[in-house]
Nanobody, 120 residues
Framework: QVQLVESGGGLVQAGGSLRLSCAAS????????LGWYRQAPGKQRELVSV???????NYADSVKGRFTISRDNAENTVYLQMNSLKPEDTAVYYC??????????????WGQGTQVTVSS
């Protein structure tokens, strides 16, 4: 059973920073991609950032230049460094891991979510 556990969320003033962590059971290198999604009240869950095993990263336009995704294979952890936070960033942030079960069945794992609240 694969488990993803997020941490690092909290309350911060606009312009501040937070670092989210997602610890995975087993080797994160076994996943095709690791990413972060977020969902604000009354809104649809949206992609924030994705990183591949090769280290290539992609970001939503709304967070480019402010957020940085990274991974530590030795610690089986993916991070999201969030700088220059805005009230619009307020949401529950979810860790995501995409893989193929038994080598051919597409599947995704999700963390429980961590709340990020940015005050104006």
């Amino acid at each position: 059973q694969v488990q993803l556990v997020e941490s690092g969320g909290g309350l911060v003033q606009a312009g501040g920073s937070l670092r989210l962590s997602c610890a995975a059971s087993g080797s994160i290198f076994s996943f095709d991609t690791l990413g972060w999604y977020r969902q604000a009240p009354g809104k649809q869950r949206e992609l924030v950032s994705v990183i591949t095993n090769g280290g290539s990263a992609n970001y939503a336009d709304s967070v480019k230049g402010r957020f940085t995704i990274s991974r530590d294979n030795a610690e089986n952890t993916v991070y999201l460094q969030m700088n220059s936070l805005k009230p619009e960033d307020t949401a529950v942030y979810y860790c995501n891991a995409a893989t193929t079960l038994a080598g051919f069945i597409p599947y995704e794992y999700w963390g429980q979510g961590t709340q990020v609240t940015v005050s104006s």
